[in-house]
């Protein structure tokens, strides 16, 4: 049990400057900093660290119109096509996909249990079909090819593909 | 034409809607990285990963929030692996400020040395500080937003008062 004199702790304090604390604590280090000169001086440091950080709020200028088109144009060419019997694909040739889930197929053992998620060898160099253009890096893609095999792989740029996860849907 | 009215209006709100969730974003964003371009980049890839995923958004009431955690994540994400918080914005002001070089050079000094104490914090604890001391996000959206819980975020946000109170104490002796 804390004892009456107990000085709250710093966290306790730091949170008390921002309105942070819950409604037992925050009457308990209240009533205990109205006592407490070292207590109230601290709460008072830290109420002042806040007040200069609010320097940092002010934002710089941002065309935002213009972002807003750069956003519609890479939303326009990325986005999954949804095929009829529900599986989700980027608008890459299928061509393209077969050959890239052959290649998988060559590197990772495809197990006869369905639905099942299992964790895929770390990296894996694909060749990049056209269809790859316009896919900006760093998005994730879900690939499905002849109903077979599916994968979900991060995009890194130039044609390369890290394989995070494959299943059989 | 009254249809083709309404699909105006509703493509017309649609835009609105987007703007102003790429608007919420980006200052979110801002607040991770610290400067403007990758700030844009972010918000970009963020939308559009939101987008992508738009099925996962069971409750369009809560999109705000689902799409505060896809921006946070993604400007967590860069900041891993750069591995370093730069700060570069320091000297700029919003075009309504007006100050007297006097005062804008105390305003670059101060965001100078607040730059450095916010180096010294995990980058959990300096997102959970920048979005409820900067950002003024309430503890419990600051934990939709990182994906937590809001005893977490209150942790974070201790831990990060604390240690920036002691770069403080150091710096004034």
């Given at each position: 049990?804390?004892?009456r004199s107990a000085h709250p702790t710093q966290r306790e304090l730091a949170l008390l400057a921002g309105g942070d604390l819950g409604r037992f604590a925050r009457w308990r280090v209240t009533r205990h900093a109205a006592r407490c000169p070292m207590c109230r001086s601290a709460v008072a440091s830290y109420v002042q660290d806040r007040r200069e950080l609010g320097a940092l709020a002010p934002l710089p200028v941002v065309d935002f119109a213009a972002l807003g088109h750069q956003i519609r144009v890479a939303a326009a060419q990325a986005g999954p096509?949804?095929?009829?019997?529900?599986?989700?694909?980027?608008?890459?040739?299928?061509?393209?996909l077969a050959a890239a889930a052959a290649l998988v197929a060559l590197f990772l053992q495809v197990p006869d249990t369905r639905?099942?998620?299992?964790?895929?060898?770390?990296?894996?160099?694909?060749?990049?079909?056209?269809?790859?253009?316009?896919?900006?890096?760093?998005?994730?893609?879900?690939?499905t090819a002849d109903g077979h095999l599916s994968f979900r792989a991060f995009y890194r740029g130039s044609g390369q593909l890290t394989i995070t996860e494959y299943y059989v849907p | 034409m009254a249809a083709e009215r309404e699909a105006q209006e509703r493509a017309g709100a649609a835009d609105a809607a987007v703007e102003a969730h790429m608007?919420?974003?980006?200052?979110?964003?801002?607040r991770v990285v610290g400067n403007v371009p990758d700030a844009q980049d972010l918000t970009q890839e963020a939308l559009v990963k939101a987008l992508a995923r738009r099925a996962q958004l069971k409750d369009d009431?809560?999109?705000?929030?689902?799409?505060?955690?896809?921006?946070?994540?993604?400007?967590?994400?860069?900041?891993?692996?750069?591995?370093?918080?730069?700060?570069?914005e320091l000297d700029k002001a919003?075009?309504?400020?007006?100050?007297?070089?006097?005062?804008?050079?105390?305003?670059?000094?101060?965001?100078?040395?607040?730059?450095?104490?916010?180096?010294?914090?995990s980058e959990r604890e300096r997102t959970a500080l920048l979005l409820r001391d900067v950002e003024g996000l309430r503890a419990s959206e600051v934990a939709q937003a990182m994906g937590c819980s809001?005893?977490?975020?209150?942790?974070?946000?201790a831990n990060a008062r604390v240690k920036f109170r002691q770069y403080r104490g150091r710096r004034q002796r």
């Open positions: 049990m804390r004892s096509r949804r095929v009829s019997h529900g599986r989700r694909r980027w608008g890459i040739a299928g061509a393209a639905r099942e998620v299992f964790p895929a060898t770390p990296r894996m160099g694909l060749l990049q079909p056209a269809g790859f253009a316009g896919l900006p890096a760093g998005a994730d893609a879900q690939v | 608007r919420r974003m980006f200052r979110l964003i801002y009431r809560k999109a705000a929030q689902w799409l505060n955690r896809i921006a946070v994540n993604t400007a967590l994400d860069f900041v891993r692996k750069r591995s370093r918080v730069t700060f570069e919003p075009p309504s400020c007006v100050e007297s070089p006097e005062q804008e050079l105390l305003r670059g000094e101060t965001r100078s040395w607040l730059a450095g104490g916010l180096e010294l914090l809001t005893a977490t975020v209150r942790s974070h946000i």
